[in-house]
């Protein structure tokens, strides 16, 4: 196990050790009182990553005086497209080092790196909302979407432009109906139709299963019907004051009564009853539709910055790598 004092070898010194199971009450007590902390430095991302998806999480938790100043959540994945990573965090917009200090994220990300090198990984990503490593390559091909919301539900329905907020009143009039539920394989039904008619890849069925086993109480699925049939649904996190939409999809049929839009602002208006005040809408890459319908709710994209370290930055040079580690004879 991972155990490295950082400054001296005194009793008060920082250390950096591997996150163990019996940590896990300090560690999400100190995400849910750290500001720099996100939904997704919770401690159950572990296990969901582990069963949901399969591959090896190695998080890391920086500690002086029993006390932890730093939390670093960290999966090695292996793919056969992409090569063999350490990324922070697989699956979730946020990553990064969380601390209360400058000299607890140096030292997490120096053992990141130490890491790193010792599985010889292709690269270390670390998924930052801002950069807090300057001299690592940076890409920000991917913008994330936060709007303070209000109790007044009139007030956030204005604050939508006028054209969605038109699109919102389309479906309004539709007698679209929304219900919350637990039901996993509900809500699978429509995100798999979803992204198989858009072609995307999906995550399995115990992905989401997973998710609901170890956020249960953070966690809300919300189904929209029209008459006496599924058209649109949507998996969103709760987190401090913030909702966080985050898997979601369609049926073909959602299109015409806007079912897309009536979900979005049935799950803002709802959120903001409760107390919440910040609408997290994730990520999308730039310049893609799921990146203009979210700018055409209001919201200003800010860069999700992603930054690695020893990394193959463009997917031609990956190619070129793949190719020149199969064929070496070839670049010869």
């Not at 432009?161 to 509900?186: F, N």
């Not at 699925?221 to 909702?243: K, T």
Request: charged share 25%; proline share 4%.
């Amino acid at each position: 196990m991972v155990e490295r004092d950082v400054v001296g070898g005194g009793p008060s010194a920082l250390r950096v050790r591997a996150y163990v199971a019996a940590d896990r009450t300090r560690w999400d007590a100190f995400v849910a009182a750290c500001p720099a902390a996100t939904f997704f430095h919770r401690a159950g991302w572990e296990r969901v990553i582990t069963r949901g998806l399969g591959h090896q999480c190695r998080y890391l938790l920086a500690e002086r005086d029993g006390e932890i100043e730093g939390v670093l959540p960290l999966a090695e994945v292996r793919s056969r497209l992409f090569g063999h990573g350490l990324i922070s965090t697989p699956c979730c917009v946020y990553g990064g080092a969380a601390t209360t200090s400058e000299e607890a994220r140096r030292a997490l990300t120096d053992e990141s790196v130490r890491l790193a090198q010792r599985l010889r990984v292709d690269a270390l990503e670390i998924r930052n909302r801002e950069a807090v490593c300057p001299e690592w390559p940076t890409k920000d091909l991917y913008a994330t979407f936060r709007r303070r919301i209000c109790a007044d539900e009139d007030a956030n329905l204005r604050a939508i432009p006028r054209k969605q907020r038109a699109m919102v009143r389309k479906g309004l009039t539709a007698g679209l109906q929304s219900c919350q539920s637990a039901d996993a394989d509900r809500f699978f039904r429509i995100y798999a139709e979803s992204m198989r008619n858009l072609g995307t890849p999906m995550f399995a069925r115990r992905f989401f299963r997973s998710l609901l086993e170890e956020f249960s109480a953070e966690t809300e699925m919300s189904i929209i019907v029209a008459g006496d049939c599924d058209i649109a649904a949507v998996l969103s996190f709760y987190f401090r004051d913030e909702v966080l939409p985050y898997y979601g999809g369609s049926r073909p049929t959602a299109r015409a009564v806007k079912g897309n839009d009536f979900m979005y602002w049935d799950l803002m208006r709802r959120a903001a009853a409760r107390g919440v005040r910040t609408f997290d809408f994730g990520r999308s890459k730039v310049g893609t539709g799921s990146y203009d319908f979210k700018r055409n709710w209001g919201f200003a994209p800010a860069p999700a910055l992603v930054q690695f370290n020893s990394c193959l930055q463009d997917i031609e040079i990956y190619v070129i790598y793949l190719v020149r580690r199969g064929f070496p004879s070839l670049f010869e």
